[in-house]
Protein backbone atom coordinates (compact mmCIF):
# COMPACT_ATOMS: atom_id res chain seq x y z
CA UNK A 1 0.00 0.00 0.00
CA UNK A 2 1.04 3.50 -0.40
CA UNK A 3 2.34 5.08 2.58
CA UNK A 4 -1.51 7.07 4.52
CA UNK A 5 0.73 10.46 4.75
CA UNK A 6 1.62 10.78 1.16
CA UNK A 7 -1.70 9.11 -0.42
CA UNK A 8 -3.60 11.81 1.47
CA UNK A 9 -1.66 14.57 -1.00
CA UNK A 10 -2.27 13.42 -4.14
CA UNK A 11 -4.74 15.02 -5.69
CA UNK A 12 -6.44 12.10 -7.50
CA UNK A 13 -10.04 13.39 -8.18
CA UNK A 14 -8.29 16.30 -9.64
CA UNK A 15 -6.45 14.17 -12.11
CA UNK A 16 -8.70 12.01 -12.94
CA UNK A 17 -10.76 14.53 -14.33
CA UNK A 18 -7.52 15.90 -16.06
CA UNK A 19 -7.13 12.52 -17.72
CA UNK A 20 -10.23 12.05 -18.83
CA UNK A 21 -10.43 15.40 -19.96
CA UNK A 22 -7.16 14.95 -22.32
CA UNK A 23 -7.27 14.52 -25.73
CA UNK A 24 -4.09 12.62 -27.57
CA UNK A 25 -3.64 13.89 -31.33
CA UNK A 26 -1.33 11.11 -32.23
CA UNK A 27 -4.76 8.46 -31.27
CA UNK A 28 -8.07 7.39 -31.92
CA UNK A 29 -10.57 9.48 -29.71
CA UNK A 30 -11.30 7.91 -26.50
CA UNK A 31 -15.14 7.93 -26.76
CA UNK A 32 -15.33 5.91 -23.61
CA UNK A 33 -13.25 9.04 -21.88
CA UNK A 34 -15.32 11.58 -23.28
CA UNK A 35 -18.66 9.72 -21.98
CA UNK A 36 -17.12 9.70 -18.74
CA UNK A 37 -15.58 12.93 -18.00
CA UNK A 38 -18.85 14.85 -17.00
CA UNK A 39 -18.62 11.98 -13.69
CA UNK A 40 -15.06 12.14 -12.87
CA UNK A 41 -15.84 12.02 -9.50
CA UNK A 42 -17.92 9.31 -9.27
CA UNK A 43 -14.90 7.39 -11.40
CA UNK A 44 -12.47 8.85 -8.65
CA UNK A 45 -14.41 7.55 -6.11
CA UNK A 46 -13.92 4.25 -7.63
CA UNK A 47 -10.49 3.98 -8.44
CA UNK A 48 -9.47 5.67 -5.61
CA UNK A 49 -9.39 2.11 -3.03
CA UNK A 50 -7.49 0.38 -5.65
CA UNK A 51 -4.86 3.22 -5.89
CA UNK A 52 -4.90 3.30 -2.00
CA UNK A 53 -3.51 -0.20 -2.30
CA UNK A 54 -1.04 0.54 -5.10
CA UNK A 55 -2.66 -1.80 -7.27
CA UNK A 56 -1.18 0.00 -10.69
CA UNK A 57 1.62 -0.68 -12.70
CA UNK A 58 0.43 -2.31 -15.69
CA UNK A 59 2.81 -2.80 -18.41
CA UNK A 60 1.99 -0.25 -21.25
CA UNK A 61 0.38 -0.99 -24.49
CA UNK A 62 2.59 0.16 -26.79
CA UNK A 63 1.33 1.88 -30.38
CA UNK A 64 3.58 3.18 -33.24
CA UNK A 65 2.24 6.52 -34.57
CA UNK A 66 3.41 7.85 -37.77
CA UNK A 67 5.59 10.56 -37.77
CA UNK A 68 5.11 10.88 -42.00
CA UNK A 69 8.61 10.69 -43.92
CA UNK A 70 10.43 11.07 -40.10
CA UNK A 71 9.30 7.19 -39.67
CA UNK A 72 7.33 6.15 -36.03
CA UNK A 73 6.99 7.51 -32.97
CA UNK A 74 6.14 5.44 -30.09
CA UNK A 75 3.53 6.16 -27.82
CA UNK A 76 2.69 4.04 -24.10
CA UNK A 77 -1.18 3.32 -23.54
CA UNK A 78 -1.63 3.56 -20.11
CA UNK A 79 -4.60 2.37 -18.23
CA UNK A 80 -6.81 5.10 -16.36
CA UNK A 81 -5.54 4.29 -13.06
CA UNK A 82 -2.02 3.99 -13.87
CA UNK A 83 -2.51 7.65 -15.78
CA UNK A 84 -4.32 9.10 -13.02
CA UNK A 85 -1.86 8.16 -10.21
CA UNK A 86 0.87 9.00 -12.65
CA UNK A 87 -0.67 12.58 -13.33
CA UNK A 88 -1.15 13.10 -9.61
CA UNK A 89 2.55 12.04 -8.61
CA UNK A 90 3.88 14.40 -11.07
CA UNK A 91 1.92 17.20 -10.08
CA UNK A 92 2.74 16.77 -5.92
CA UNK A 93 6.94 16.80 -7.18
CA UNK A 94 6.29 19.47 -9.65
CA UNK A 95 5.31 21.95 -6.82
CA UNK A 96 8.24 22.21 -5.56
CA UNK A 97 10.09 22.52 -8.66
CA UNK A 98 11.63 25.81 -10.43
CA UNK A 99 9.34 27.54 -13.07
CA UNK A 100 11.82 27.05 -15.71
CA UNK A 101 10.86 23.08 -15.85
CA UNK A 102 7.43 23.50 -15.28
CA UNK A 103 6.31 26.19 -17.48
CA UNK A 104 7.62 26.39 -21.11
CA UNK A 105 8.00 29.31 -22.75
CA UNK A 106 6.25 29.65 -26.34
CA UNK A 107 8.42 27.67 -29.09
CA UNK A 108 8.77 30.97 -30.86
CA UNK A 109 10.18 32.96 -27.85
CA UNK A 110 12.38 29.82 -27.39
CA UNK A 111 13.34 29.89 -31.43
CA UNK A 112 14.26 33.59 -31.43
CA UNK A 113 16.24 33.62 -27.75
CA UNK A 114 19.72 32.85 -29.19
CA UNK A 115 19.37 36.29 -31.37
CA UNK A 116 21.23 39.53 -30.87
CA UNK A 117 23.51 40.19 -27.74
CA UNK A 118 26.77 39.52 -30.66
CA UNK A 119 25.65 36.13 -31.73
CA UNK A 120 27.20 35.68 -35.08
CA UNK A 121 26.01 31.54 -35.15
CA UNK A 122 23.07 29.52 -33.71
CA UNK A 123 23.98 26.20 -33.10
CA UNK A 124 20.80 23.84 -33.21
CA UNK A 125 20.55 20.11 -32.08
CA UNK A 126 18.05 17.57 -30.69
CA UNK A 127 18.55 14.39 -28.91
CA UNK A 128 17.56 11.25 -30.60
CA UNK A 129 14.47 9.27 -29.09
CA UNK A 130 14.67 11.36 -26.41
CA UNK A 131 11.46 10.19 -24.06
CA UNK A 132 13.14 6.45 -24.51
CA UNK A 133 15.78 6.95 -22.64
CA UNK A 134 16.05 8.97 -19.96
CA UNK A 135 17.46 6.84 -17.17
CA UNK A 136 14.83 6.49 -14.05
CA UNK A 137 17.29 6.37 -11.58
CA UNK A 138 18.87 9.33 -12.81
CA UNK A 139 15.47 11.11 -12.52
CA UNK A 140 14.96 10.09 -8.94
CA UNK A 141 18.28 11.42 -8.29
CA UNK A 142 17.54 14.91 -9.75
CA UNK A 143 13.88 15.40 -8.21
CA UNK A 144 14.72 14.18 -4.43
CA UNK A 145 17.62 16.79 -5.12
CA UNK A 146 15.18 19.63 -6.34
CA UNK A 147 12.28 18.74 -4.08
CA UNK A 148 13.18 16.24 -1.16
CA UNK A 149 10.04 14.47 -2.03
CA UNK A 150 11.92 11.30 -1.68
CA UNK A 151 8.68 8.79 -1.39
CA UNK A 152 6.45 10.41 -3.79
CA UNK A 153 10.42 10.09 -6.19
CA UNK A 154 10.17 6.62 -4.77
CA UNK A 155 6.21 5.66 -6.10
CA UNK A 156 6.85 7.33 -9.61
CA UNK A 157 10.17 5.42 -10.11
CA UNK A 158 8.33 2.18 -9.24
CA UNK A 159 4.92 3.26 -11.10
CA UNK A 160 7.51 4.29 -14.19
CA UNK A 161 9.53 1.11 -14.09
CA UNK A 162 6.27 -1.32 -13.84
CA UNK A 163 4.63 0.69 -16.88
CA UNK A 164 7.57 1.05 -19.03
CA UNK A 165 8.63 -2.96 -18.60
CA UNK A 166 12.52 -1.01 -18.12
CA UNK A 167 14.35 1.47 -15.91
CA UNK A 168 14.61 3.88 -18.86
CA UNK A 169 11.99 5.93 -20.59
CA UNK A 170 8.70 7.80 -20.03
CA UNK A 171 5.18 7.76 -21.71
CA UNK A 172 5.11 10.09 -24.81
CA UNK A 173 3.11 13.15 -25.90
CA UNK A 174 1.91 13.30 -22.18
CA UNK A 175 2.13 16.77 -20.08
CA UNK A 176 3.58 15.18 -17.04
CA UNK A 177 6.40 13.31 -18.56
CA UNK A 178 7.00 16.88 -20.48
CA UNK A 179 7.63 17.99 -17.14
CA UNK A 180 10.33 15.20 -16.16
CA UNK A 181 11.73 15.57 -19.51
CA UNK A 182 12.36 18.59 -18.98
CA UNK A 183 13.64 18.36 -15.45
CA UNK A 184 15.91 15.54 -16.92
CA UNK A 185 17.78 17.33 -20.02
CA UNK A 186 18.07 20.79 -17.86
CA UNK A 187 20.52 19.19 -15.91
CA UNK A 188 23.00 19.51 -19.34
CA UNK A 189 21.55 22.86 -20.26
CA UNK A 190 22.73 23.78 -16.58
CA UNK A 191 26.42 22.33 -16.94
CA UNK A 192 26.24 24.12 -20.70
CA UNK A 193 25.29 27.58 -18.85
CA UNK A 194 28.21 27.37 -16.27
CA UNK A 195 30.47 26.33 -19.20
CA UNK A 196 30.02 29.73 -20.19
CA UNK A 197 27.55 28.84 -23.15
CA UNK A 198 24.54 30.64 -24.07
CA UNK A 199 22.14 28.18 -24.19
CA UNK A 200 18.75 27.77 -24.52
CA UNK A 201 16.36 24.41 -24.51
CA UNK A 202 12.73 23.57 -25.35
CA UNK A 203 12.28 19.87 -24.52
CA UNK A 204 14.86 18.00 -26.10
CA UNK A 205 15.99 20.82 -28.60
CA UNK A 206 19.00 23.03 -28.51
CA UNK A 207 19.88 26.35 -29.30
CA UNK A 208 23.78 27.64 -28.39
CA UNK A 209 24.72 31.51 -29.64
CA UNK A 210 28.15 32.01 -30.64
CA UNK A 211 30.09 35.00 -31.58
CA UNK A 212 32.77 32.56 -33.94
CA UNK A 213 32.67 29.44 -36.03
CA UNK A 214 35.06 28.30 -33.57
CA UNK A 215 32.86 28.67 -31.06
CA UNK A 216 29.88 27.37 -32.17
CA UNK A 217 32.15 24.12 -32.99
CA UNK A 218 32.89 23.76 -29.66
CA UNK A 219 29.77 23.96 -28.14
CA UNK A 220 28.24 21.60 -30.23
CA UNK A 221 30.83 19.14 -28.85
CA UNK A 222 30.34 20.47 -25.40
CA UNK A 223 26.33 19.37 -26.40
CA UNK A 224 27.05 16.17 -26.96
CA UNK A 225 29.07 15.98 -23.86
CA UNK A 226 26.95 16.56 -21.64
CA UNK A 227 23.86 14.57 -22.84
CA UNK A 228 26.43 12.03 -23.19
CA UNK A 229 26.67 11.66 -19.63
CA UNK A 230 22.70 11.50 -19.07
CA UNK A 231 23.13 8.55 -21.46
CA UNK A 232 21.43 9.93 -24.30
CA UNK A 233 22.98 11.27 -27.63
CA UNK A 234 22.23 14.30 -30.38
CA UNK A 235 20.47 13.51 -33.56
CA UNK A 236 23.30 14.22 -36.38
CA UNK A 237 20.67 14.55 -38.61
CA UNK A 238 18.73 17.43 -36.94
CA UNK A 239 22.60 18.93 -36.02
CA UNK A 240 23.15 22.31 -37.47
CA UNK A 241 25.23 25.90 -37.04
CA UNK A 242 23.74 28.42 -38.96
CA UNK A 243 24.66 32.11 -39.57
CA UNK A 244 22.47 34.43 -37.31
CA UNK A 245 20.81 36.22 -40.49
CA UNK A 246 19.47 32.76 -41.53
Known amino acids: MIDASLFNR ?42 RRHVTGRPASVVLSAKGWRGVRPIHVMTLPDRSLYRAVVDLIAASLPAVVTQRAPFEIFNKAPLGRGTRYVSKSDVAAYYEFVD ?22 GLLGRVMGRRVG ?49 ALEACAEEVRELGLVLNERKTFTYGAKK
Open 170 to 218: LPQVNTASNVLGDTYIDIARRRLARGGYAVFTYSDDFRIASKTLADARG
Open 10 to 51: LGLTSAVRHELALRNSLLPRRWDYEALSPHHEEVAKLLIPGL
Open 136 to 157: HARLADELIAQTGEEPAVDLLA
